[in-house]
């Protein structure tokens, strides 16, 4: 990791996927289709149309389009987020569980 400007303790790997969220929001579970920006070892981000509440947890499925690697699943903590245009924030999350 030397000359790595970004501290993190990982490399992020931009993906730039679609993904679907299943987010329990109040007790009910809301499907949002949203796209998967980037992935480390111990988090991801995604752009979705809506703002979400920081600490809740939700469920990522991203369907892999190659035979020989497999759909991602996890549940994940969303730990900070941003609005960035009218309608479109990206979210910042933590990996709790790989599924």
């Not at 303790?9 to 329990?24: D, E, G, Q």
């Not at 070892?41 to 752009?47: V, W």
């Amino acid at each position: 990791m030397l000359g790595y400007d970004d501290k993190r303790a990982f490399f992020r790997m931009m993906m730039n996927s679609p993904c679907t969220l299943l987010v329990n929001d109040a007790g009910t579970m809301q499907k949002l289709s949203a796209t998967c920006r980037d992935i480390s070892a111990t988090g991801m981000s995604f752009e979705v149309p809506q703002a979400l509440v920081i600490g809740s947890e939700m469920e990522v499925n991203i369907e892999s389009t190659s035979s020989q690697i497999s759909s991602l699943c996890a549940i994940v903590k969303v730990v900070r987020q941003f609005e960035e245009g009218e309608g479109n924030y990206v979210v910042g999350t933590e990996v709790v569980q790989m599924m």
